[in-house]
């Protein structure tokens, strides 16, 4: 087992920055591919952005591209997403997932956090 624990989120205006953090406990020995979801109140969770076992290939929604940064350090068994230019539109609950495979669909995720709120005021 994996636990997976979010932190950083809170309230931002619109054009500020956040920085999440995902720290995987437990059953870490085995890599994992890691993502982040996000789901707002109505709609479904989305992949925001995914990044591999060993940090070398990322991806992102269009959405977010050019504006969220993923990335991973396994010594410290921790996955950050940096959002800079933050828009009303990213406000949403943020989730951290892990996969020993893929991370889509999402069913397909093996670990999942709680989330963390994010609130983009405009």
């Known amino acids: 087992q994996v636990q997976l624990v979010e932190s950083g989120g809170g309230l931002v205006q619109a054009g500020g920055s956040l920085r999440l953090s995902c720290t995987a406990s437990?059953?870490?020995?085995?890599?994992?591919?890691m993502g982040w979801f996000r789901q707002a109140p109505g709609k479904e969770r989305e992949l925001v952005a995914a990044?591999?076992?060993?940090?070398?290939?990322?991806n992102y929604v269009g959405a977010v591209k050019g504006r969220f940064t993923i990335s991973r350090d396994n010594t410290k068994n921790t996955m950050y997403l940096q959002m800079d230019n933050l828009r009303p539109e990213d406000t949403a609950v943020y989730y951290c997932a892990a996969s020993v495979g893929a991370l889509y669909p999402t069913r397909a995720v093996n670990y999942w956090g709680r989330g963390t709120q994010v609130t983009v005021s405009s």
């Open positions: 437990g059953r870490t020995d085995s890599t994992y591919n």
């Open positions: 990044i591999s076992r060993t940090g070398g290939i990322t």
